[in-house]
Every structure is written in C-alpha cells, then in structure tokens.
C-alpha cells in the first residue's frame, strides 16, 4: 500500500514538472515571435497558436488535479437525502391536507375493525385504497346508467331547510334529469354498521336554455340525502354513494361541517384560476388589499393553472392567513394538460361554466356557517360602497332599505354592473400622484351608463338561505324562494375591469364608450391602497433592487 501511495506521489510531481515545462517552451516562443517584429502576420499567428497551448495545457493541468486520487473514490460517500424518509402517520397527514375531502383520518381509526352493513358482503366499508379516484380531487361511481363524479360532501343543518339534517354531495353526471336509484352510506363515528338511505333529490344546478342539455355531457348537480331521526343528534364521518344497499363503494368523501363559534363579516370566492401564461401577480395583488380594505374576511380561491408570479402572491397571502388557495381539476374526459386545458376552456365556453359551478358551490357549503356574507367574484370585480366606505357600513345601510321594502331577509343583495374599460383613458395618459403600475387607481374613467338590471349583476348572498350558486345569483333557495334585493346605484356598484365588453354586449358596448364619465370613487383608499401594495410587491422582490 506504502509503494502504491510512493508511485501516486511521484506521479503527481511528474505531472507537474512537464506542466511547467510546457509553459516554460511557450514562454520562450512567445519572446522569440515578439522578437521578430518584421513579420507582424507570423507573430499573430504564433500568439494565436501559443495561446491555445497554454489554455490546453492549463485545462489539461485543472483537470488532473480536481479530480479526487483514485484510492479516495474507495470511501466516498456521495450525499443523498435521508432526511426525507417519513413515517406513515405523516404521510397520511400530508395526503389529507392534499385531498381534504377524503375521510383519512376516519379511515385510519377504523381500517381494522369490521365494519359492514348485516353481513360481510353487504356495504363493507372501503378502504381507501380501492376508491376510484378521477383526476386527482374527484371520486367516482359507476352506474347502469351514468357516470358520477363526486368533489365533496356537506353537512346542512339549517334551520330554514325543509327536509332536516342531511348531507349535500355536489359532483357532476353525464346525464339530463338522471333516473338511476342511488343510496347514501353514510358512515358515523363508533358505528360498524352505516346508516344507509335512498337519494333524496338530483339538484340540476344549470339552467337547460343555456345549453348543453344533452346526454353524455357532465353536467353539475347538489345530490341530498336525509339523516334519519335515529341519527339527528350526530354528524356523519363520511358519505358513500352506491347504486344497491349492499354495493361495496367506489367512493367515501369525508362530510365537511365547518362551524366556528363567531361568525365573521364577508367571504369571497374565486373561481378556477385559469391564467398560465398571463401574468396578473401586479392587479392581483392591488386587488387582493383593495377587497381587504373594503372588508372582505377571507377570499377563497380555486386554482386550475396560473402563471409562477401568480402562484407567488397566492403563496404570500395564504401564509398570513388572508387567502385559500384549492388546487382544482376538471373531471372525467376534459382536459387537464398545462396549456390544452385553457384552448379548452376558450373554447368550449358553456363548458367551462359549467364546471365553475363547482367550485363556487363548494365555497358556499364549507362556509356555510362561517361568514354572515358570501360574494362570488372575478379579480376584474369589485363591490364598491358609494356613500360608505365598507361593505359593513353599506350592508347596514341597505339591510334598512330592504327591511322597509319588505319585511325578510332576502338570498341576496345584488349591484348593478359598469364597465371601466381599458381605453378610457384620460388624455395625458396616466394620473401622475398614483403608480402607473396601480391598474385600478389609474381607470377611473367609467361608462356613463350601467348594464340592465339583473344582467351581469353580483351579490352579497345570504347562506342561510342559498341553495345552489351561480356566477351572478342563486339558482335555488331555501324557504321562500329566491328574493333579491337590489341595491340602489346610488349605494353601491359593481365596478367591472376590462378590455372589452362581454361578447353578448357588443353592440351597446359602442355605446358605452361613447359616453363615459370620470369617477374616482376608489381614491378614497389611494394612500392605503398605495401604501399596501408597495410593501406586498417590494417584499416579494417584484421591484428592482434601487
């Protein structure tokens, strides 16, 4: 061993010795090509070539010496990450807080005992690992007629519904008015037998007129199944839908019942973020304060695919606690692929809207108890108070106006739509006290006219008495029915961010550009709205280094 180490040192030094020997000849050629001063062509030739035996020799030089002794590859140890390996309970807490709607926990408590429905063959309870999962977030059920795919179930305990405690399971079916019997397992805690009982109502959550009323398309649906009286008194861990009692399921989705014990003032919703390849970061973070400023809680969004400098943001404001960020899909057949799945979404626009309905419904099931409002709304929209300055001061304003019109409460209280568009500017281009990256303190300039009423509205919506959702107001209701109130344009709008009119607009939106009128309503906010902003995007490096 002694000798080979000799021999590996004597190596070295060889290496070293004919190193220098090498720039030694190629000094002395350089001083004799200098020396030649009368043939300049041959002395840049001669630098030239002398320079390229130096960087050979050098690299030849540093590739020798950083590469380790061959007797120390002998121990080496190359580093891996170990630190990564992680039990099974917190790989189960990592998948719950991926799939919230799976019952892991519930699962995890009783995967060893036996638990089924009068006998072993009739409605085992499923593990976990034999669902049928579709495209991530969604469960699935196969039936003799239709495809279900499930995204979440509910508790709904209020007191203006008709039919009881039960459980609201919203998910989408490829079929119109669906005709297959279908059962609820439902599954409670310190029961081994569930509590099973037959479908109480397909809840269309779609209006036929506007089409893709046809079979084979998924279309959205809230399903209701009544707990029975034996049961009233306990909340189900989770919920199983099977087409036969006995039917072991293909699907268990943990019962969300969120109820806190104060409720908080305004909740908004955020549809499935589809910006990949537009970068919004900028608007969305002035959005985000502004709506935080006027009052809003918390802000929920559903995300599909967003571009980095969006994903930032969200990361920001859901580590403080303002925002909740879901990741979402589309199910069945549509597409999901980055890119593919936005040509979709422009595309096949009824589509598209009718896959939002799931998440704004989702928003409002799992706050159905935690906010006394919920506004459903695109970051282009803001709910802005005309005479106050927050959606607290201008809810007391309007619930006095509603009460004396009509003495209930109503689903919702709508505000008219109006269009800041994005060419009308004033003429010297930017106002110079705000930021001209400051999106919506720099459109001030509005259309002079509004859109009809009930068209293109938003809502503050009442969850007590909201059934299902769409993007501009309840679908159905609890107790009485649908009622909205609508607020005066003298109390509040909806001031409405954009390039263009929508596409069902075209021909009036000549008219709105024609008559526009300057309103600075939002320079109320300016030196908050400013001062927050700032901070947000300096922190978040969105400004170069001064």
Known sequence: MAAFIG????RHMLYRLIFWAAILLCLSQLLITLWRSDRPMAMKSSNINTRMILQNMIDFHSARTTTPPYESLLTVEPWVDKLSVQSEQLIMDQVQKRLPNLPVSYWNQNKNKAMYYKNESCAKFPSI??????NVYWQSLQTSNGSFHLYSAYYDVRKLSRIGPAVRILGMINRIEPTVKTHCQFWFDDHRQPVIVKIMEYKYIWYKKWGNYKQGIFQPYLIACQIPKSHHHAVPASVSLVENVCDKATNNLRVVYNRPAVKKGFAVCVKGLDFLYEDLSVRLVEWIELLHILGADKIFFYQLQVHPNISKVLDHYESVGRVHVTPLTLPGGQPNVPGF???YLTKKVNHKRQNELIPYNDCLYRNLYSYEYIALLDIDEVIMPIQTRTWKELMDTVMVKALAARNETRASYNVRNVYFLDDLIHTHGWFKTMP????????????????????YVKCFHN??????????FPLACLSQGCTSYAMDTADAHLQHYRADCVKTLKKTCTEFRQNSVIDTTIWRYKRDLISRVSNTLSSLGFFPAI
């Open 436 to 455: 001209k990256y400051m999106h919506m303190l720099q459109h001030v300039y509005r259309s002079k006219n509004y859109t009809k009423p009930n068209q």
């Open 129 to 134: 690992y034999e669902l049928e999962f579709n």
């Open 341 to 343: 799945q936005h040509l």
């Open 7 to 10: 021999i590996g040192v004597l």
């Open 463 to 472: 969850p007590e008495r909201a059934l299902t959702l769409h993007n501009h």
